[in-house]
């Protein structure tokens, strides 16, 4: 709270001076056209071909939702935006923002992964989605550009892409605004602008936010001190430069920053409270039993963006140029889940401190170059170079307390680096006043490493007379991972070496006995540790007694090992296209464009004896359409209608699955590594169409239709559901072939109802955003049977024929929905086992007014966003037979704002 009052402070001084210059923006502040029709339909415009170009001559899928409309229905997430946009799904994972568009995506954006679909701000590429909610303030308009841009942007970018495009600086112009916020969950909030000239061919654009909110989570536990996650401060500014002393050079130089501290991202395991077919409504997933630790978030992002071009004519050259900075920490705010029959409060161990901990530090450069016709040309052509490099210094801690021979999980990456060089060209060129046709190439050449350690922490120490075991506490007050900046990174080879890495790997908590345990090894003092008897250290069935010498009678422990990985690739992008002017304005167009998600590797392993770094490929779509961009002008007013038909050829699509580490006696697993694979080929297939017309009475109504077929043609993977790691199971993978793919709806439909009316002397309007999405999957295996190995025989002959079965299965695949008839497998409904994954079809709506002077000088505005309190899953993650951790959209809010403009 602390950092956001700073904040305050900063945003009230900016608030001050904007206010002390007032009275001289008043003088050129435009005053309101209240001739104007606020219903007629007006021109949209994109860049999703890298030049301003109307809506309706772009021949493409892309929706352009300008900020005013954002802030009238009061979208100011980028979660948010999901309801205004049919096809596009947006949840946030432990500060990950994960976009998938008409079923592309990818859950994995750790320094492993990349984005599927590519996130821009005013154009420049943001590799790490972090942040990107304290971005969404002083925006002239959000644009979503839908299928694979791979020609035209490059990597990432097969599900399409997220431009966020602030107002610029305007020359000759004195403006801004202030504007204040509450609302429900205790939100409070501030933004303000300010545009200035410095003389006639230059300008300055400063902008500041704020926002301090609640959490509709209740912590329903006994410890009461613990704050539900959800709880956020945000603070954000930005300072755009404009240069412009002619029409031939322009010259653009942004800085922003955005800060966030807050009690994390809300999630809740449910699996518990699912056994025996059960469904999340239910419980009451926004009532959690916190235990543990306090959650938290430190996140401070900032960037640096310079454009340049110069108009030779003949040509345009521009250079663009971008760095990015990313600083993140969390600490997961732990819970037993939700209240359900048979526990609840009461039943909570509220000292056990076991949680997750994560840090990206992330600073990346982009370099761009590039030569364009300039706008009069009949031609449409631009060719460029592109450079991309990351440094990162990432690390991930899942940390149990009280444990025995397993204290947790650590990767720490002091030293991950990739970079990426493209060239392009692209051509659209007319053959006719009506037809045009246009192609373009890409290639991209992609590299990436990573040095570091990861592994298991564990701890093994036995009581007297070999009895086993004292437990280990690790994680309680105080406690936080020394992540980076350690001496060294060297894995350990032996004991003593393992005691002296934990030495430097953490700073204990008040209550920790961990390095009081291995006191002694590291110097070799006392080989076994030191025991240490107290009554938090002793398991549940206790009885445990430290041996005469003060050691253990015996000591076990295991520190992570060696992680080196790297990758290399190259790929080439296209698309080839047509488009003709039936009329001004009737647009028929077709087009075939690709795009590539890049490879990469995965954590190093050994497979029985032998180390590896698996890698996988570069994951592509191939698009093909036909749409069309129609206008109509009756004499009520403009009407647009488009509509587009498209096939995606999805393939070599990577999901996580798990690789066998060799195997052990009985023909068990000799253990699991989570890896990233390319499994599945799939097919996405469907139409959208978007109308945009007038209404009488001064009304605009905008609504887009889609129906989108997501599913896998092939593919088979580890069902990750079903893992038993104390049996060694998985042997065999599940069949997916014909299962839809996650986060999709079938039926999308939007509509946005706009109105005006002239009231108290002023003008209000109001919005209503409808949303309906059909029902969808929120993973690959869609609540197929959960098919396991039964438990090993007692008797010698039925553990012989079980171990042979067993072997037998290695490799091969199953249908789930058949799995072959045997004494030795199992098959469990899925809900029967807790793992319900279908969000039913729902409807959300947004509301909002405004009213304003005549002038325009000020204006209120009133909103509720998700009125009918829907709850909708965004996300699940769902593993080895005890998670199925769920993460929500965003309950109702409701709140107020008054804007001066100046």
């Known amino acids: 709270m602390i950092h956001f009052r700073h904040s305050l402070l900063l945003g009230c001084a900016t608030l001050a001076i904007a206010a002390a210059t007032a009275p001289a923006w008043a003088q050129s502040a435009p005053p309101a056209d209240s001739d104007q029709k606020a219903s007629e339909v007006d021109e949209v415009v994109v860049t999703a071909e890298r030049r301003t170009q109307s809506l309706q001559n772009y021949a493409g899928v892309a929706q352009a939702i300008s900020g005013q409309d954002l802030r009238a229905v009061g979208i100011d997430q980028i979660e948010d935006l999901q309801s205004a946009v049919p096809g596009l799904s947006i949840a946030n994972q432990e500060g990950n923002v994960q976009i998938y568009i008409r079923g592309v995506g990818t859950a994995n954006n750790t320094e492993l992964g990349d984005p599927s679909a590519a996130t821009h701000l005013n154009g420049a590429y943001l590799p790490r989605p972090r942040g990107l909610g304290g971005m969404f303030f002083d925006i002239a308009r ?62 300055l654009r400063l902008a500041v936010y704020g926002v301090d909110r609640g959490t509709a989570y209740k912590n329903v536990g006994n410890d009461q001190s613990l704050d539900p996650t959800g709880i956020q401060q945000l603070f954000s500014a930005r300072a755009t430069y404009l240069y412009q002393p002619n029409d031939r050079f322009r010259l653009s130089l942004m800085g922003d920053y955005e800060s966030e501290r807050g009690t994390g991202y809300p999630a809740t395991n449910i699996r518990n409270g699912l056994v025996n077919g059960g469904t999340p409504d239910q419980l009451e997933l926004r009532e959690v039993l916190y235990r543990g630790p306090q959650g938290l978030v430190e996140n401070d992002n900032w960037g640096l963006a310079l454009n340049a071009s110069y108009d030779f004519g003949p040509a345009v050259l521009e250079y663009s140029a971008s760095r990015r900075s990313v600083d993140y920490y969390q600490v997961n705010a ?89 060239a392009y060209v692209d051509v659209t060129y007319p053959v006719t006043d009506q037809l045009r046709i246009k192609g373009g190439f890409r290639y991209t050449e992609e590299n990436k490493s990573r040095n570091g350690i990861g592994g298991n922490w564990s701890l093994g120490l036995g009581s007297e007379g070999y009895g086993c075991c004292f437990t280990t506490r690790l994680g309680t007050e105080g406690f936080r991972p020394i992540f980076t900046g350690r001496a060294s990174y060297a894995a350990p080879t032996n004991n003593q070496e393992a005691a002296r890495y934990f030495l430097g790997a953490f700073t204990p908590g008040a209550r920790d006995t961990f390095l009081d345990q291995i006191a002694g090894v590291a110097d070799g003092s006392r080989p076994n540790g030191t025991c240490v008897n107290r009554p938090d250290t002793q398991p549940a069935y206790g009885g445990q007694v430290c041996p005469a010498n003060g050691q253990h009678s015996f000591f076990q422990i295991t520190a992570p090992g060696a992680q080196v990985g790297s990758y290399e690739d190259s790929f080439n992008d296209y698309r080839v296209g047509f488009e003709y002017d039936l009329t001004a304005d009737n647009l028929f167009y077709g087009a075939i464009s690709t795009g590539h998600k890049s490879g990469g590797f995965n954590d190093t392993i050994t497979v029985n004896g032998v180390q590896t770094a698996p890698t996988f490929a570069p994951e592509a779509v191939t698009l093909y359409e036909l749409g069309t961009k129609n206008t109509f002008r009756p004499a009520t007013g403009r009407i647009d209608l488009n509509a587009n038909v498209f096939y995606y050829d999805y393939s070599d699509q990577v999901f996580q699955t798990l690789v066998s580490l060799g195997t052990g006696p009985n023909n068990a697993s000799a253990g699991f590594s989570q890896q990233n694979i390319n499994v599945a080929q799939s097919t996405i297939k469907g139409f959208e169409v978007e109308t945009r017309f007038d209404l009488p009475h001064r009304t605009r109504l905008d609504v887009i239709a889609a129906y989108i077929d997501a599913k896998a043609d092939t593919g088979a993977l580890t069902d990750t559901r079903g893992t038993d790691y104390a049996d060694g199971t998985p042997n065999f993978n599940i069949d997916i072939a014909g299962n839809e793919l996650p986060n999709v709806s079938k039926v999308n439909l939007n509509a946005h109802l706009q109105t005006t009316a002239d009231v108290f002397g002023g003008r209000a309007d109001f919005h209503l955003l409808a949303n309906y999405r059909s029902s969808y999957y929120l993973n690959i295996y869609n609540e197929s049977p959960v098919i396991q190995f039964t438990a090993r025989p007692t008797d010698a002959a039925g553990q012989a024929a079980y171990d042979a079965f067993k072997a037998s299965m290695e490799g091969t695949t199953v249908n789930p929905n058949a799995p072959p008839a045997s004494p030795y497998l199992r098959s469990t409904e899925a809900r029967e086992g807790g793992f319900w994954a279908r969000q039913g079809g729902y409807v959300t709506v947004n509301l909002g007014a405004g009213w304003e002077t005549s002038n325009g000088r000020y204006r209120l505005e009133a909103y509720v966003n998700n009125v009918f309190d829907k709850t909708v899953v965004d996300k699940q993650l769902v593993s080895d037979q005890v998670v199925n951790v769920l993460f929500l959209n965003q309950a109702r809010t409701a709140g107020l704002r008054l804007r001066a403009n100046f």
């Open 142 to 203: 959000v644009e979503i550009a839908k299928g694979p841009q791979g020609t035209l942007r490059g990597r990432n970018a097969v599900a399409g892409t997220l431009n966020i495009i602030p107002n610029m600086p305007r020359l000759g112009e004195r403006s801004g605004y202030l504007q204040g916020e509450v609302g429900t969950l205790e939100t409070t909030g501030y933004e303000a602008a300010a545009n200035l000239p410095i003389g006639d061919d230059q300008a």
């Open 334 to 422: 732990s819970n037993e889940g939700v209240v359900r029959p048979g526990y609840g409060a009461a039943d909570v161990d509220y000292d056990n401190f076991g949680t997750q901990y994560w840090l990206t530090l992330s600073k990346s450069d982009i370099h761009e170059l590039r030569l364009s016709s300039p706008a009069d040309s009949k031609a449409v052509w631009s060719a460029g170079l592109f450079y991309f490099k990351e440094e990162q210094e990432v690390g991930y801690l899942s940390l149990v307390d009280k444990g025995m021979f397993y204290s947790g999980t650590e990767f720490t990456f002091p030293d991950v680096h990739s970079d990426s060089f493209a």
